[in-house]
């Protein structure tokens, strides 16, 4: 799986200002960045300042909100020495990076409060890439960062957007900078940072479009499995996953999460949605475990948690999840987990309850 990190961020800055130093005799303060309403100069500052505030997040752990602090320039700061702090904030973003666990956590506004070191490493090249455009296109320059990078950012960042052939020409349109044939102009956007759900001895930590596809394809998907994981049935999903991003109708919040355990950091299996609430606020959960994990409880505290955050959505009047009927050992996790068997439909759209040859519980708020 290709990750985001340290190196990655450094690379989007080293692109950024080699382009931006052929213009530093130029007045960035009388010209308008892009389509914003910042001048270019200020705009490379506010890159400076986002990178050092990113590593402040992840270096002092906040979880609460942001840390209380900015960085100012001296006066008589010149367009060189813009750059310069910005490669310098790069470089400080970038050690917080590599010193950072995989697991740590800090606080970002949107949207569900909170992003790993791959989020901000993410948000932070998205912020280099695009605000680059926009001082390059207010001065005339030609910018375009690699594709590859742009589909990564998208994957990560942008999971409701369903991506295109042309990854920087799409995330500029994602962000209200550009146009696409066939789709509306978009005026607001926010980052999609995973979201991660909390339960006593796990975490849920929803899988990315990014992540889905290097698990359907036999990879990690970014996660420290225990030995035997992730099950196929992670792996399916997985795959299900990577086709609703691919035409445009995977919502982030009902995807796939895995299970990852607090003491040690390392996944023991996947559940997740079958899709969104039906008409009926009705939504279908599945899961498993790697075989290594089973017999701990574990399904049944990530039933739990997750069928407990449905719940708590106003669209959702009911989690529904099916078995087979010769899958005792699924049946116990299930009604432990607080569900009581139930006749019927069992699936989004169509008969599939008991007389389709499986067993149907339903959990109600």
């Known amino acids: 799986m290709r990750t985001l990190g340290g190196e990655q961020v450094e690379e989007a800055v080293a692109g950024a200002v080699a382009l931006l130093r052929t213009a530093t005799d130029r007045d960035w303060e009388s ?55 910005a490669e ?72 409701h957007v369903r991506p295109d052939t042309d990854p920087w020409r799409t995330l500029l349109w994602a962000t209200g900078r550009g146009d696409l044939p066939g789709r509306a102009p978009v005026t607001e956007w926010r980052w999609r940072n995973n ?16 992540a889905a596809a290097d698990l359907a394809a ?24 990577v086709k609703a991003y691919e035409t ?41 475990l790697v075989e290594a994990a089973r017999g701990n409880g574990y399904a049944t505290e990530g039933l739990r948690a997750l069928s407990a955050w449905a719940l708590g959505r106003e669209t959702v009047t009911s989690v529904r999840a099916t078995t087979d009927p010769e899958n005792t050992a699924s049946q116990a996790v299930i009604v432990r987990a607080g569900f009581t068997r139930v006749a019927g439909d069992s699936a989004e759209g169509g008969e599939a309850g008991e007389g389709a040859g499986q067993f149907a519980y339903e959990l109600r708020g």
Not at 266 to 279: C, D, K, L, Q, S
Request: hydrophobic letters at 40%; proline letters at 6%.
């Open 31 to 85: 010209v308008r960045a892009g389509r914003s309403e910042w001048d270019c100069r200020y705009t490379a500052e506010h890159v400076a300042g986002i990178l050092v505030t990113y590593a402040g997040q992840l270096a002092g752990r906040a979880t609460e909100g942001w840390v209380p602090f900015e960085i100012t320039f001296d006066e008589g700061t010149g367009n060189e020495g813009v750059l310069q702090v």
């Open 88 to 159: 310098t904030t790069g470089v400080l973003l970038a050690a917080t990076l590599r010193a950072t666990p995989r697991e740590v956590r800090a606080f970002h506004p949107y949207p569900f409060r909170s992003a790993d070191r791959e989020g901000f490493a993410a948000m932070a090249i998205t912020e280099v890439f695009l605000h680059t455009h926009d001082i390059a296109e207010g001065l005339g320059l030609t910018y375009a960062p690699p594709a590859e990078r742009c589909a990564d950012l998208l994957a990560r960042l942008f999971p």
């Open 248 to 288: 445009g109708v995977h919502r982030p919040a009902w995807g796939v999460f895995a299970l990852v355990r607090r003491e040690d950091g390392r996944a023991v299996g996947g559940i997740g949605f079958h899709g969104v609430p039906n008409e009926k606020g009705r939504v279908e959960i599945g899961y498993d």
């Open 218 to 241: 036999g990879g990690d998907g970014g996660f420290a499995w225990i030995d035997g994981g992730p099950f196929q049935g992670t792996r399916d999903a997985a795959g299900m996953l």
């Open 195 to 210: 979201l991660v759900i909390p339960a006593e001895r796990l975490t849920l930590q929803g899988v990315t479009p990014a």
